[in-house]
């Protein structure tokens, strides 16, 4: 389990800068830095949504990271090495998956 914070706070799943998640996707198979990554699991936050799944999950400070880039030198299969991992946006308020990056991301040497 990796440490995670979010400042997406667009995001439904994002409760106070924790997810709500106990699993992420990153995304960004081709990604030689943070923008070109997103987080897969991003859902838009509306005014009826509670939650991903619609019950009472509570947020967590940790997760499984699983990461599709694989140019970063924290990309162990697929896993996600970092001992925290940021999750961040590119613009002041993500409306879409595109919008939201990895800013753990580093590239591999």
Do not use: W
Not at 67 to 75: G, I, K, L, P, W
């Amino acid at each position: 389990m990796n440490k995670l914070k979010c400042s997406v706070t667009t995001c439904r799943h994002n409760a106070n800068d924790l997810c709500e998640l106990r699993k992420i996707q990153v995304d960004g198979p081709a990604a030689l830095e943070s923008r070109e990554t997103c987080c897969g699991s991003y859902a838009e936050r509306t005014s009826s949504s509670e939650n991903s799944c619609g019950c009472s999950s509570s947020p967590s400070a940790t997760a499984d990271v699983h990461c599709s880039a694989e140019h970063c030198t924290y990309n162990d299969n697929h896993k996600c090495s970092a001992d925290c991992v940021c999750m961040g946006c590119c613009c002041a308020e993500p409306e879409v998956v595109s919008e939201t990056e990895c800013c753990t991301f580093e590239r591999r040497a």
